[in-house]
């Protein structure tokens, strides 16, 4: 077992020029394609709730004390939004197959109707993740919290993962963290 469970799936499709085409174009699809755009809807939201709380800033910095969002409400109060509360809203947002939303064996990857999230994680993203998204992150319209199973297999995912790398693949070079709790910790 490789550890390389996803974290999350965007079915995601593009037509390109090919050469070997009689028409000159086919469809294809994949991580080069499914990353940027997803990277493009997290944008889109960070813009959107940048604008709706006055904050003009950019990135996590240091000097915005590593929030992504960090403005103010109509209220006068303070509203900040860090990188781990925009990643759990994504994760929620994500449509998870089930025996009763899914036929497993349709479109161009059949997904297993047993441990679904050893195929997409979390969930498939698309552009109907924003408003979802939106709505949950300026306290408008909280999302639930994922079915107890799911949880349960991107935990065991998780631990697949830490225990093949020896610690969270992600965690800085200078820190091996091996609690994964500790990384997504709020201060």
């Known amino acids: 077992m490789s550890g390389s469970y996803p974290d999350i799936a965007a079915d995601w499709t593009q037509v390109l020029p090919n050469h070997d085409d009689t028409d000159g174009y086919h469809e294809t699809s994949g991580t080069s394609f499914a990353t940027p755009r997803t990277a493009g809807i997290l944008s889109f939201i960070l813009q959107e709730l940048r604008e709706e709380f006055n904050d003009?800033?950019?990135g996590?910095?240091?000097?915005?004390g590593g929030y992504l969002v960090n403005g103010t409400a109509s209220d006068g109060e303070s509203f900040t939004i860090r990188n781990s509360e925009v990643r759990n809203a994504l994760n929620l947002s994500a449509w998870y197959p089930s025996f009763t939303?899914?036929?497993p064996f349709s479109g161009t990857t059949p997904v297993s109707p047993v441990a679904p999230c050893t195929q997409?994680?979390?969930?498939?993203?698309?552009?109907?993740n924003i408003e979802p998204m939106l709505m949950?992150?300026?306290?408008?319209?909280?999302?639930?919290?994922?079915?107890g199973d799911v949880v349960l297999c991107?935990?065991?995912?998780?631990?697949?993962?830490?225990?093949?790398?020896?610690v969270y693949p992600s965690a800085p070079d200078d820190v091996l963290v091996s609690d994964r709790e500790a990384i997504f910790?709020?201060?």
């Open 60 to 64: 996590a910095s240091t000097e915005r």
């Open 56 to 58: 003009g800033g950019s």
């Open 185 to 187: 910790r709020e201060e």
């Open 120 to 128: 997409v994680g979390w969930g498939v993203v698309n552009m109907s």
């Open 101 to 103: 939303t899914w036929d």
């Open 154 to 166: 991107m935990n065991i995912n998780q631990e697949a993962r830490e225990a093949y790398w020896g």
């Open 136 to 147: 949950h992150l300026n306290g408008t319209q909280p999302m639930d919290n994922r079915p």
